[in-house]
């Protein structure tokens, strides 16, 4: 991408092996802002070949026009205001118990560990679970199904088949999807029965409660793809973005300096939220979030027809020297001094797609850092930024982030400021 947009620009258009339509990529914020702002866009075909075969055909992620409008509406109130501290002490919890089995001058790569934590908060978080032969079985089944989803290999195998017409590269995955659901069906069932689900804070439970304007509620299998639907964009997307945060940190000594300072020091966080934000600009986990035109949309010189497929080249966006003055170092400070823009500071998306949980990974990445630099000291093993790779939708550390623990720090305290409604 940075190739094209050396030799041609801001605008131009890549064709992906299987589809019959090239996708229009564009990084100006004011195209972005274009894209984004029309409702009646829908969403390109690519989205479903990589995400159906884990969250179901009623996943937010997937649905679209009133439909989306109105799950969206139902599941919005669980990631904002009082609800978030009750999940920021779970977070904190399970990033602190996993950081407590690192022992001093092991080596490991960070990004399963940060797997780890990512969906052990999903498990307490949002689907409730804390009972351990159950979690184990969600464990087991989950990390599988993603794992299998993740391969590029089997992406080009399923686009192959439907161009030739030839077997189905998805039965063992979907034979693994169907041992999971029986264990999620039952946890909604159990869950339904439950006596004092009213007072329940996690977010299946309330979701059950939840009601549509026309007062109906979730049915069991759409809960079920609403909770697949949160683990795909909760766990991976952020573990991926907090192994990133750490490889830029440990590779930058200065800034990791002042940030283990500020966070043992009890200090306030705008350094923590600026650095977040920096390392979620230079490697944003999704590189891509289209649309496929409603109407048609102009784009500088050219006029896009409607049936286009177009999408911000994310990481192009955050890298323009016009926003991003030396755009390719990692500055944290920028961030402290200009707040980042609305269409030039894109990792969750925009528009009325914008990533719902984006709050809660932002929340979730704070209180991660905090717990691992409050209670240790990391070197990494090598001498370079990780290369990029590719695992499904998102782009990963290539060797997972590979750290050495030099020390443990005793038990700290690590204060938790109350986040506003």
């Given at each position: ?69 109105a799950r969206r509406r139902l599941m919005s109130p669980p ?220 784009v500088g010189k050219y006029t896009l027809p409607a049936g ?114």
């Open positions: 991408m940075n190739v094209c947009r050396k030799r041609v620009g801001d605008i131009f258009s890549v064709r992906f092996i299987g589809f019959e339509r090239p996708m229009v990529m564009i990084s100006d914020p004011d195209a972005v802002r274009e894209l984004y702002s029309e409702r009646a866009h829908g969403l390109p075909p690519g989205r479903s070949l990589a995400l159906l075969p884990v969250v179901g055909p009623d996943s937010l992620l997937l649905v679209e026009g009133e439909g989306h409008l990631f904002h205001g009082e609800r978030m501290r009750w999940n920021e002490s779970i977070m904190r919890e399970v990033a602190e118990a996993e950081v407590d089995t690192w022992a001093p001058h092991s080596t490991m790569a960070l990004h399963p560990r940060m797997q780890a934590v990512t969906l052990e908060v999903i498990l307490q978080a949002v689907f409730g679970v804390r009972d351990i032969e159950r979690g184990d079985q969600l464990r087991n089944g989950l990390r599988q199904m993603l794992d299998d989803n993740a391969s590029p290999a089997l992406q080009l195998q399923v686009l192959l088949s439907r161009r030739l017409q030839r077997g189905d590269p998805l039965a063992e995955l979907q034979e693994l999807r169907h041992a999971v659901d029986r264990v999620l069906f039952d946890v909604i069932a159990e869950r339904r029965r439950d006596p004092e689900l009213d007072e329940r804070e996690d977010i299946l439970s309330m979701l059950i409660g939840a009601r549509m304007e026309d007062g109906s509620a979730m049915s069991d299998q759409e809960l079920r793809d609403q909770l697949m639907t949160l683990l795909l964009a909760g766990h991976e997307t952020t573990a991926t973005a907090l192994a990133w945060t750490f490889d830029l940190l440990l590779h930058h000594p200065s800034q990791l300096a002042r940030l283990t300072a500020e966070i043992r020091a009890d200090g306030d966080e705008d350094y923590l939220r600026a650095v977040v934000s920096e390392a979620l600009r230079l490697r944003p986990v999704i590189p891509l979030a289209g649309r496929r035109l409603k109407v048609e949309m102009s286009t497929d177009v999408t911000p080249a994310i990481w192009l966006t955050h890298t323009r020297p016009d926003i991003y003055p030396d755009p390719f170092a990692f500055r944290p400070e920028r961030f402290l001094e200009n707040a980042p823009t609305t269409y030039g500071w894109i990792p969750f998306g925009g528009g009325i797609r914008r990533c719902l949980g984006a709050a809660f990974a932002e929340l979730e990445m704070r209180a991660v850092i905090k717990s691992v630099l409050s209670r240790c000291t990391l070197e990494p093993l090598h001498g370079r930024p990780e290369p990029v790779a590719r695992r499904n939708v998102t782009l990963t550390p290539r060797h997972g982030t590979r750290v050495r623990v030099l020390a443990r720090s005793a038990a700290h305290h690590v204060a938790v400021e109350p986040v506003a409604a």
